[in-house]
Each structure stands twice: as C-alpha cells, then as structure tokens.
C-alpha cells in the first residue's frame, strides 16, 4: 500500500473503476430485481459553463442519501440532465456573437467534466437536455393532450413590452420603467398569450399539501398554500354614482366594511383607463405607473402613489359617496383589478390614507370597550366590530355571515371562494425555448400540430441580435400549410415558459430510454421521486408547476401518483465573507476573500495582501460574481481533492441552514482524509498480532468496541431519520481519534481496530466515496465499498458491566457516579451520596426522598 495518500490518484482510480462496471447504471425495467425501487434527484442545473459551490453542495447532498440507500439495499436511481433553454443563454449568445445552442451544448460538456471529477453516482445513460427535440417532443406532444382536455386556451394578456429588446418582461426586469437590459421605456401592450388552466386544479394543490406533512418542510408547505391562496370571502358590488354599472370587489374581511373611506383600482382598469380619456392628468399619471412594473413582490415596499379618478362609489351599507383612486398596489391581475380600503385595519391600505389625507375609520377592536387605537398603524387582527350599526359586537364570524346574508338579500353580494393563483401564462417572446406547436390559419384560426409531425424543431443555427425574436424572420420556420385546410400558415414563433421544461422532467428521466412515449412503465415504477434536493429558492414556483404536471399527467394516465416529490430537502445557500474599499466615485472595489489576510483573526479588521491598504468586512453573503465573494469548485478540488470537498460540504452545517465558506474547514477535511490513509497504512503494516492473554487488553477493546456501535447507532439516527450528516461526520471524526489512541500491538485491540475501520470506510463511504473504495480494497475486499452493507450497532456490544448516572441533589445537577450495571437501589444510593462533589450539597442534613431512574439518574431530596 502507499504510503502517502495521493488524491487525484486515488479519485482518477475510483472513477475508472465505476466507469468501467457501469456501476450506477440502471437498466430499464426492474426484471427480476426484487430490490425496493428509490428514486434520488437533485434539481437539475442551467448549464452556464461552471459549477458554483451551491451546485457543488446540492449534488453531494443528494449523492450522499442515493449511496447510503444503495448500502442499505435499494436498488437506486441517480439520474442527472440539464434545464438547457432560457434568456440568459441567449444574452450570452448575444454577447459572444454564436448561437445560444452553440454556447449551451459547449457548457453542458465542461459542467459534466466538472460533475464526474466530484464522483457523483449518477446514471449517465438517461442524461438528456431539455433543449433536446427528443425531450421536447413529448412537451409538445402533452401541450395537445392539455388542449383536448380543455386545459389550453389562447387569450390576450397585459405584459410589460421592451420596445428594443422586442420582447416581454417579467415585472422584475423593469426597473425604474425601463427595461432591464436595453434602458428602453417599457410599454404596456395587450398581446394574444397562451395559457394554462392551473386553476382548474387549485383545490387539489391545496388540499393535497397535507399529504407532504412531515416528509416536507413546513415552511416549504405554507409558501406552497401563501401562493395558491385559497381564501373564503364576499364578493360586493358598489354601485357607482350616476351611473348604471357597479365595481365588484372580493374581500375577506366583510367585518371591516363600515370601514371602507375610499376604493382603489388597477392602472389597468376600465374606469382608470376612461378617466385617462378624459384627464390628461391621470393619463400622465396611469402612464408612469404602467411603465413602472412594480411587481407583487415589491408592493409591501413600494412608495405607495395613486391619484383620485372623479368618480365615487356608494358604500353598500351606509349609502356614504366613497372617492374611487387609481394606484400603484392594485394589481389587475388578481381579484377584479379593485380594492375596497379599509385603512384602519389594513396597512396598505393605512399608509396610502396617510399619505394622502383619506379618512381612517376604525371599526374593529380587540374587545368590547371599543376599536382599536389606529394612530400608529393599521390594527388587522380580527376581533369585534364597532361603529357598524347592526353589527356591532360581533365577532369576526358572526359579522362575515350577517354581512353576506345582508348584501346577498339586496342583490349586491355573494360568498366566494377566491385563489390567488391565475392562470398560467406559457407564452414567451423569445428564440431559445421549445417551440409551441401551433400554426395560424387565416380560415381557421389557430390548429394544433399534427401528432405525426412532432417535434416542431427549434433551428438551433440562429443567432439572436435584440432586434425581437429571430423565429420571427427566419421563413423556413414560419412558413407552412394548414394541417385542416392546407391553404398557406405560419407557425407560432412564441415559445414555451422553461417552467414547462422542469416541470416533468423527473417522469422523462425514469424512461428516458423510450422512444415511443412521454413516460412508460418505468416512470409508474419510480414515481415519485423518493427524495427530492434542492435550493429553497424554488419552493414555490417550481414545484408548484411540478405538483400541477403531476397530477395532469396523472388524470391523462401516464403516472400513478398524486405528487411528484415523496421527501423534499431543501439545503442552504453557501454564503462567505464580503470585503470592499470605498472608491472616490462612491463605488466598492470588491476582494476575493482569498485576497484578504485577517489580522490575528479578528475578522473587523483585514488587509488587502495587494498593497497592504485596508480594507472594509461587508455582511456574510452568498457566494456571487457581483461580491467577488465566489469560490471556484475546481481550484478546491485540484489543490485538496473531491472527496475534501465533498467531506467539507457534509461537516460544515446542516443540510436545511447556510454554509459559510471557509478555506481552514477544507483544511481540516484534507487533514482527516490523510489520517484516515495513515491509519489504514500502518495498520496493515503492523500484520497479523500475535495471540496472547491480557486482561487489560479485553477490557480495552470491549470499551472500543462499545465506543464504535454507540457511534453507529447515532449515525444511522443522523443520516436515515434526521438528514443531519455534520453530527455523522463529527462521530466518525471521533471513532478516527480513538482509533489512534488504541494500542493495536494488543491482539484484541488489533482486531476490533480492524472493525472499527471497516465500519468507518462504510460510513464514510457516501461522502468520501473514492478514498473509501480505495482503502476498502487495500484491506483485501474483491466487493467494492458501494456494494458493501451499510454498517449498524450490535445491541450485544452496547451492553456494559458499568452505568454512569447522572446524581441531582433537590433536582440540580451536582455530579455523576459508574456503578455496576446489575447495581441494586441500595448501592445506588451508597455509591452516590459518597460521591464527593455530592456529599458537598449533602451535608449533614436528611434524606428526604431518594429517587432512582435506572440507567439514567440518581435524585437525593434533602
């Protein structure tokens, strides 16, 4: 065996091995494996050309559980692909002046290098990217399945518009009403847009979130139901003075409704748009605020602004004139595009009216003695109501049914169930997606694609320029016959949402070798995905839109399941420090933390190692180009090895909290690993210990022994129950020194040395997989470590001749005392009281009570 451990050696040399045995490879169907099928997927990555840490993190994760079930004795499927289309490689390709799928495809291969040389178990055989036409023809293919199902339809949509980009923006790419990447003022603009029923299936979205309970986080869960927003509540119409129309607004706290001072409208609205017709004024006004984009995400900060419109509504109750204003927190999208105020009990709605001088009417309160003091901020709790005539001291229930019922018999309202979900709009003004199979007829309308000629490939030559979508311009695939008519069309040029790409491809990767269906018999067998890792960042849309595929696919019967993910982890981010230099323009200069030196390690104060000149500590952040805070995976692997940084990932924290980085912590993984190499070397080079009688040497090795199978009884807890894997490593981090520690020229110590590092090569093996196989192998094993069982207590060793009680004198903890295990109370009692640090609080007083808990502890009332 060599003496020195030699990563990169080892790593390459782990690496061949699996290669060359397909070691991870899963054929389809399950033949006559009568293994338990699971399923381990790590969210795929956007091929952007390097792995970042927070990739490096997720992927040992989730490599980690899929080795572990193996060595328990599933069969395990560990697939890996790419979510290949999207804007950002098309601003790339822009940038770099080639074609995104060029750029793309180029990324994908430097990425797997990257994946493989960590040593991840995936099963390469089912990589696909989704900006393959053999992955996207069977989007298109559901796409229809959906229409037929009555779940597409075509309709137009307001959309914030780049006039130079050409393109539509997300209401985050607007900033200040300009356009993210042009500077363009950004237009509003009413343009056809595919959508997708997904509130047809609001209720099931919801309700079967209880399904997930414990095998989710929680937190996760209520992100999931926050989004969808299922809420009960009265729909109202206010009659609108001098004229014959109403404005309907939905609300679920009708309690407040003798608190409603004034309305509030989308800049959208029909009546925003009429007064815009005829008040220059408010046309200016609605103008700004619809270039402006503010996003649902912001309005809880945003200034809030708005202007009165001329026109008043009449309150359903009190027959109050109430003035009708537009403004910026009223989204067109959600409810009817209007609002009823009810500033004191609603924030939003409070610091509007103290930002423009409105009436703040409180009508509810925490009891009977009156509403709420509002002077400082709304009051939202629900509670009794006052000042409401009739519906005075009532609680929130009672006040909801008379309202309804009230308004319900005057013709002017009704209960509602309400979502906060829309419609799913699929539609994107953009070349690099997957194209929606749709062609235009001027006789009839708009036809769906023939099954027979799918795919409608994406010509993957063109190179975007932000002159608008190429797809547009390019006639080769714009021109085309109508499949009802044959008469001369154009293909749709708009393509697919690349939340469509991620939403099924869990299911494609359990049949990824069938080229005659979306999924087959294999995805019925794997889904769902037993264990689900990836960033919390995702937690609602994604697996929103994944939840909903599932159960489409589902009522369409290509899957079993209800859900597509069984457990989810969701790990945090990787975050270092931040360091900076003000410039004389205002602006930071930003150091890489490796260019920093900490003085005596007092992180307040560092130097720039460039020119000796200080510099400034930002916030503890995520790891990012813009902070150059960014640690490259490949420098660390090269400089310590794969399996340091795998080791480092797994100890740091918790899977669920963020890791700080740390250059010291991989350090001491590297470190580990070469004493784990040393052990193993100068074990076998001590060879076979010779036989003889040493009663002091079986006791030491029965209390090592013991030490090793309480430590593998706490690390299966960790990894198979509780997912905490730092607390694993920690033990075995443990079991290493103690090993050190043991007299091995001793012939028992020797031989449960022996055990102890078997069982630690197990252990250790789904995190530091290559150094494990390795040794493994160094210690005479022709099965490899991946196929090895994985390593559990022996009760028999957990027994002990000798107990250690904790010993409380009147409940305070005052000392501990080993007893034999078959000690009688009265020894107990003997053994404890003469305890020293005990005898201390003793005294000369009485026994009171004397209190024994077997195996645990010792009580001593005086």
């Keep these: 065996m060599q003496q020195e451990y030699d990563a990169a050696a080892v790593e390459q040399a782990a690496q061949q091995y699996w290669r060359e045995n397909d070691s991870f490879r899963i054929a389809p169907g399950a033949g006559e494996d009568p293994r338990r099928h699971f399923y381990c997927l790590s969210m795929f990555p ?62 994908i291969d430097a990425m797997r290098a990257q994946l493989q040389r960590l040593g991840f ?116 119409d206010f009659a609108l003075v001098g004229r014959d129309e109403r404005l309907s607004v939905y609300t679920t706290r009708p309690d407040t ?31 700004e605020l619809q270039r402006s984009g503010v996003s649902e995400a912001n309005l809880e900060t945003a200034e809030k602004r708005g202007m009165p419109l001329g026109i008043d509504a009449v309150h359903p109750i009190t027959g109050e004139t109430v003035p009708i204003w537009v403004a910026n927190f009223v989204l067109m999208a959600y409810g009817a595009g209007a609002v009823m105020a009810v500033p004191a009990h609603d924030e939003r709605d409070h610091a509007f009216a103290t930002a423009y001088g409105l009436p703040i009417r409180p009508v509810i309160g925490p009891d009977t003695s009156g509403p709420a003091d509002v002077s400082e901020g709304a009051y939202s709790d629900k509670g009794i109501v006052h000042n409401s005539g009739e519906f005075d001291g009532m609680n929130f229930e009672q006040a909801f049914n008379a309202v309804a019922e009230k308004l319900q018999a005057a013709g002017i309202g009704r209960v509602r169930k309400n979502f906060r979900l829309r419609d799913w709009g699929v539609s994107r003004q953009r070349y690099w997606g997957c194209p929606i199979p749709v062609i235009y007829c001027e006789g009839c309308g708009a036809v769906p694609v023939p099954e027979s000629e ?41 393509t697919f949402d690349t939340f469509i790409d991620s939403s099924w491809y869990f299911a494609r990767f359990a049949s990824a070798h069938s080229d005659t269906a979306m999924v087959d018999e294999d995805a019925r067998r794997w889904m769902p995905v037993d264990q689900y890792v990836g960033g919390v960042e995702h937690a609602v849309l994604h697996l929103l839109y994944a939840r909903f595929f599932t159960k489409a696919m589902r009522d369409q019967g290509l899957l ?87 080791l480092f990932m797994m100890f740091a924290a918790p899977p669920e909290q963020s890791l700080e980085w740390s250059d010291a912590g991989l350090e001491g993984a590297s470190r580990f690993l070469r004493r784990l190499w040393r ?13 003889d009688a040493d009663p002091a040497a079986e006791e030491a090795a ?34 290493l020194n103690a090993a050190g520690r043991a007299d091995g020229s001793r012939p028992a110590v020797h031989a449960v040395v022996r055990e102890l590092i078997e069982a630690l090569l197990r252990v250790l093996a789904p995190i530091t997989p290559h150094i494990s196989h390795a040794l493994w192998r160094e210690l005479g094993h022709e099965q490899p470590v991946i196929d090895a069982p994985w390593p559990t207590a022996d009760a028999q060793a957990l027994v002990s001749d000798d107990v250690t009680l904790v010993v409380q004198v009147n409940g305070k903890l005052r000392g501990r005392v080993t007893v034999p295990a078959d000690a009688d109370e009265e020894a107990i009692i003997a053994a404890a009281t003469a305890e020293e640090s005990v005898a201390r609080f003793l005294g000369e007083q009485p026994l009171r009570k004397k209190i024994v808990v077997p195996g645990r502890l010792v009580n001593l009332v005086v």
């Design 46 to 107: 956007y091929p952007s050309g390097k792995l970042h840490m927070g990739h490096v993190r997720n992927y040992t994760i989730g490599d980690v559980i899929a080795r572990v079930r193996r060595m328990q004795g599933d069969r395990v499927l560990q697939p890996m692909g790419w979510d290949a289309f999207g804007l950002p490689a098309e601003n790339a390709a822009m940038d770099r002046g080639v074609a995104p799928g060029e750029w793309t495809r180029a990324n």
């Design 121 to 236: 178990g995936y099963d390469w055989s089912r990589e696909f990217a989704t900006c393959d036409p053999g992955y996207y023809r069977w989007q298109q293919w559901f796409f229809l399945k959906l229409w037929e199902a009555g779940l597409v339809e075509r309709r137009s949509a307001v959309v914030n518009w780049d006039p130079i980009d050409q393109t539509v923006l997300a209401n985050e790419q607007v900033i200040d009403g300009r356009g993210w990447r042009s500077g363009a003022e950004v237009e509003q603009r009413e343009i056809p847009q595919w959508f997708i029923r997904i509130t047809d299936y609001a209720d099931q979205l919801v309700d079967d979130l209880e399904k997930l309970e414990g095998s989710w986080p929680e937190a996760v869960r209520t992100m999931q139901a926050n989004w969808i927003g299922r809420s009960y509540g009265v729909e109202i």
């Design 257 to 287: 409704i003798g608190g409603v001072t004034y309305m509030a409208v989308a800049p959208q609205h029909p009546l925003a748009r009429e007064a815009a017709e005829r008040d220059p004024d408010v046309a200016t006004f609605v103008n």
């Design 454 to 494: 799918l795919p409608v490939k994406l010509p993957e030559n063109l190179r975007p320029d932000g002159s608008g979508n190429p797809l547009a311009k390019h006639s080769d695939f714009v021109d085309c016959s109508c499949p009802k008519c044959g008469a001369a069309a154009r293909r749709e040029t708009d």
């Design 560 to 646: 079993d399941c209800d859900e597509p993910f069984a457990r989810l982890l969701t790990q945090g981010m990787v975050v270092a420090p931040t360091f900076f230099r003000e410039q004389a323009d205002g602006r930071r200069q930003w150091f890489n933390p490796g260019e920093v030196q900490l003085d005596a390690g007092d992180r307040s104060q560092a130097v720039a190692l460039a020119d000796g000149a200080s510099v400034q500590v930002g916030a503890i952040e995520k790891m990012s180009k813009s902070k150059n805070n960014g640690v490259d995976p490949q420098a660390m692997i090269d400089a310590h090895g794969a399996d340091a940084v795998r």
């Design 679 to 691: 052990l193993v070397h100068e074990h076998l080079a001590a060879g076979p210990v010779a036989a």
């Design 702 to 735: 029965s209390a090592l022994r013991r030490q090793l199978h309480e430590a593998l009884r706490k690390i299966d807890d960790d990894v198979n129950r509780r997912q905490i894997f730092n607390t694993a490593v920690a033990a075995c981090m443990e079991l």
